[in-house]
């Protein structure tokens, strides 16, 4: 009899929510490593007293403040100025000025989150290679971090790990931060995209930075990813990835190794 009084539970509620999730925002948590994404769902919804995903929705679709509560739970946005330092400091002396011998950059910054890693980028161009055509474009699937990213603003938490001598020719002191300066907003853009659909054009690329983003992709999902970046590198350019990840197979992407974490398109 107690049966009947017991509501009715899907039999798989976190995939559900992932079509609806996807219908509603465009976000596919599909193709991220289920253990790791439903763990954080199902914590992010027990400490609103839901336990079954499904009962979710109705929220989800009348509240923009609760879906981007969640998108602030699900999506990966942390960043900062310098980043890995070790890396830009490679760049700075080695990768940059080697592109910078054809006379232009064409730069991706695949996961751009709120823009940190693409105005760093920036600033190094500017300072390394002044006279070459420099353009970085950023994407992210978060409109959110996109719009922020075009306004350049970053906190001092944001740049607590920059050089100082790098960040006064990059950016300008606000009240309580720092702001992108004019030449550096002028060879920057940011988009909405999802990398698990975007197909850059063959060879358009002189360096793509894709970094701390891949380790939450199921594996083939990550492999199909990072084929489609090394097809988006010109011959001779870099893919540099973040300091926990790696790419399979380099060879049969027509990657070598350079650097730890960063590749060459032969």
Not at 35 to 43: A, F, G, K, N, T
Not at 89 to 97: D, I, K, N, R
Not at 124 to 129: G, N, P, W, Y
Not at 211 to 219: G, K, L, M, P, S
């Amino acid at each position: 009899m107690s049966a009947l009084h017991t509501p009715a539970v899907s039999q798989d509620d976190y995939l559900e929510f992932c079509v609806f999730l996807r219908g509603l925002c465009g976000i596919d948590l599909t193709q991220y490593k289920r253990p790791q994404m439903e763990r954080r769902l199902r914590s992010f919804y027990a400490t609103r007293g839901i336990h079954q995903l499904t009962d979710a929705f109705e929220t989800l679709r009348r509240d923009p403040d609760a879906l981007d509560q969640l998108l602030d739970r699900i999506t990966i946005n942390v960043s900062q100025l310098w980043r890995n330092p070790e890396q830009w400091q490679l760049l700075e002396e080695q990768l940059l000025p080697e592109l910078a011998r054809e006379g232009q950059i064409r730069a991706w910054s695949a996961g751009c989150s709120y823009g940190a890693e693409a105005y760093t980028l920036a600033t190094l161009c500017h300072l390394v290679a002044p006279r070459a055509r420099t353009l970085i474009q950023g994407t992210d699937i978060d409109k959110r971090m996109v719009a922020r990213a075009r306004l350049g603003e970053f906190t001092d938490d944001d740049a607590r790990s920059a050089p100082r001598r790098q960040l006064e020719a990059g950016f300008d002191r606000t009240q309580g931060g720092w702001r992108a300066k004019l030449e550096l907003r002028a060879i920057t853009r940011f988009d909405v995209g999802d990398l698990l659909r975007t197909k850059p054009q063959p060879g358009s690329y002189d360096l793509i930075l894709c970094r701390n983003t891949v380790i939450y992709f199921a594996e083939p999902i990550r492999d199909e990813l990072h084929a489609r970046l090394a097809g988006g590198l010109r011959p001779g350019g870099y893919l540099v990835i973040g300091s926990t990840e790696r790419v399979s197979q380099p060879g049969d992407l027509g990657l070598t190794t350079t650097h730890p974490f960063i590749y060459r398109k032969a």
